[in-house]
């Protein structure tokens, strides 16, 4: 390659350097030279025939970027740290910027590049002495493979102690002035710092800081959204921990996966343009950015199979976005509903008084209106958010994160339905190789207060109780772990509440819900073996309420809906989801978004 012409005054280029081929000095020595009110790093020698100078780098050229590590703003020692730590391929964006060069203040003395080979090899700690990228390193940020045999001393050198950095924000609730990089899984850096914003300065932040804390909230497993989240919130003066550290940094910089987590989704959802992901309801995706191409309510994500193998990938509306989204699609509908049945009201006396005689005459809200009316409530809800859990505050559950567990025990099962006692005994006589029932231990009334024994179910002791005459039926949790090495499925008659109790422990029930469509389907449900009471009206409408109230609150711990019928027909149904379910690779809930 030979020596090139020099370019024109304040010509940007971007030069790509390739240091495989053999030679392996870059061959510059740089200053930090003050220029009216700024400051740059700049090109002060070039070595002949060196690779810099083959390739294009001229005396008097200023770094704007080194790997995409931006240098505008930058000092002599970060521009001399990053420099040393260059692998085999380089990426350089510069401006010849020759009279700045001469004409400025030199901040920092330069030697001749003409150094010993130590030296040229590893760098130098001396400021202003000649800059030649190492060999043996390979955290180049253009470069995707990293070096194990990197020096722990090199690692400690380019990491600088904690410190603290106070933004005065003021009523200024636009953005900081700092764009951000990574997730939970590589930590949270500061990629740029504008110019003249609040975050600029010698006490501001700085390119490589790796964020700690922001207003005294833990940042340091903080997915990129939720730092960039945190940082927008309103606030009169920002408070910061930082730590500047390079070698992490430069490895960001190259990392395909930043944030590192797992979801269910509990809806679905079809593409509507070119690199959108399309899922199922129930899918498991892999997250990998949480802020994708710098958008906030953007994921990109990788729909997996029950193995966890990578099948393909793309953009879905993040946790917030679909909150959004859903929540004022539900406001939307429920607000159309009301209209038009206030219109519908309005516009139908006649049959308002039909509605109220036969209401008064039978004293039964049976009507063919009352059921009309109903069911405007229902579309309400259900037409919006018909798979999403809805919870006790009233907000939408799009996503829940999930971690893949290795279970290779038989798992126990909860049944949630008003029958779940008659089921348990039909399947346990029927099949008592599979299935068992956990034995309880009776606690008299007069012995143990209510208070004591919710502090026995808070501590792990109990995972659930029931109220009997004069005693407390206590399921223990010891029973519970016991049995499940016995290679049979324990059935349990547990409330909702008992599973994440059960999760607690590190036991991971099989939950199936049986819906039933109406009280009428639980009260017809007849078999003198399993049932000896008739249930009554009264009971079957208690239940029903109940358990729709437990759907709409515990959905998303569900494994299994199967639907209500006879108890031939549910013991089939669960049979057959035990069956599945068992074979199935675990994916649990794990926390929060």
């Given at each position: ?16 350097i ?7 000095q ?10 009216g ?12 025939n ?19 590590i931006?240098?505008?703003?930058a000092n ?7 420099l ?29 590049p003409?150094t ?9 700690n ?5 800059i030649?990228p ?15 045999q990197?020096s ?16 005065p ?23 740029e ?9 010698s ?21 990129h ?6 940082l927008?919130?309103?606030a009169e003066?920002i ?12 490895k ?15 809806f ?10 399309s ?7 892999y ?39 859903l ?12 209209d038009?049945?206030?219109g ?14 036969k ?30 859990p ?7 559950m ?10 290779k025990?038989c798992?126990?099962v ?7 006692d ?31 024994l919710?502090?026995?179910v ?5 995972i ?9 039926e206590?399921?223990q949790?010891?029973?519970v772990?016991a049995?499940c090495?016995?290679n ?32 009428k ?5 007849k078999d ?6 008739k ?10 309420d ?42 649990m809930?794990?926390?929060s978004?």
């Amino acid at each position: 390659m030979e020596p090139r012409n020099k370019p024109a005054r304040g010509t940007t280029r971007e030069i790509k350097i390739d240091r495989r081929s053999g030679q392996q000095q870059l061959g510059i020595t740089i200053k930090q030279i003050r220029y009216g009110k700024r400051s740059g790093i700049f090109v002060s020698s070039v070595s002949e025939n060196s690779l810099a100078a083959l390739h294009g780098v001229f005396e008097g050229d200023q770094l704007l970027e080194i790997c995409s590590i931006n240098m505008r703003s930058a000092n002599y020692e970060h521009a001399a740290s990053v420099l040393r730590n260059l692998g085999d391929q380089i990426q350089l964006l510069i401006q010849y910027n020759p009279q700045s060069f001469s004409d400025g203040d030199s901040s920092s003395p330069t030697h001749s590049p003409k150094t010993s080979r130590s030296v040229a090899r590893h760098g130098s700690n001396a400021s202003g002495e000649t800059i030649t990228p190492a060999t043996t390193p390979r955290n180049n940020p253009c470069n995707a493979s990293n070096s194990s045999q990197r020096s722990r001393e090199s690692n400690q050198s380019m990491c600088e102690q904690p410190r603290w950095v106070f933004l005065p924000r003021g009523n200024n609730l636009t953005n900081i002035g700092v764009t951000l990089i990574g997730g939970n899984a590589v930590g949270i850096y500061v990629f740029e710092v504008l110019k003249d914003s609040i975050a600029s300065g010698s006490n501001g932040l700085r390119c490589g800081d790796q964020i700690l804390e922001i207003n005294g909230v833990n940042i340091r497993s903080a997915t990129h959204e939720q730092a960039a989240c945190e940082l927008a919130k309103p606030a009169e003066r920002i408070s910061i921990l930082v730590q500047n550290n390079l070698s992490k940094y430069t490895k960001t910089l190259q990392e395909k996966t930043r944030d590192s987590f797992y979801i269910r989704t509990f809806f679905d959802r079809q593409a509507e343009s070119e690199g959108q992901l399309s899922f199922s309801k129930d899918d498991i995706l892999y997250i990998t950015d949480t802020v994708y191409s710098g958008i906030v309510g953007l994921w990109h994500a990788w729909l997996i199979d029950d193995e966890g193998n990578k099948l393909r990938s793309g953009t879905v509306p993040s946790k917030m976005k679909m909150e959004d989204e859903l929540t004022l699609k539900r406001s939307l509908s429920e607000a159309t509903m009301e209209d038009e049945l206030r219109g519908s009201r309005r516009n139908s006396a006649h049959v308002r008084r039909s509605f109220f005689r036969k209401r008064n005459k039978h004293q039964r809200n049976n009507s063919k209106d009352s059921r009309e009316l109903h069911s405007f409530s229902d579309v309400s809800i259900s037409s919006v958010t018909d798979t999403v859990p809805i919870l006790e505050d009233g907000t939408v559950m799009p996503y829940q994160k999930v971690d893949r567990i290795d279970y290779k025990q038989c798992r126990p099962v909860i049944i949630l339905t008003p029958l779940a006692d008659a089921l348990i005994d039909k399947l346990t006589s029927e099949s008592p190789d599979m299935y068992m029932r956990v034995p309880t231990e009776n606690i008299d009334l007069a012995v143990f207060s209510l208070a004591k024994l919710e502090k026995e179910v808070a501590d792990g002791h109990f995972i659930d109780y029931r109220t009997k005459e004069n005693y407390y039926e206590c399921i223990q949790a010891s029973e519970v772990k016991a049995r499940c090495d016995m290679n049979r499925h324990v059935l349990l008659s547990v409330t909702p509440y008992s599973i994440e109790r059960l999760h607690r422990m590190q036991i991971y029930p099989i939950v199936i819900f049986v819906k039933h469509k109406s009280s009428k389907q639980i009260r017809d449900v007849k078999d003198t073996r399993f049932i000896k009471e008739k249930l009554t009206n009264r009971f079957a409408k208690e239940q029903y309420d109940l358990y729709h109230k437990h759907e709409n609150e515990f959905r998303h711990l569900f494994t299994v809906v199967i639907n209500g019928g006879s108890l031939a027909y549910m013991c089939k149904e669960i049979k057959s989801s035990i069956n599945s379910e068992q074979k199935k690779t675990l994916w649990m809930p794990s926390g929060s978004l």
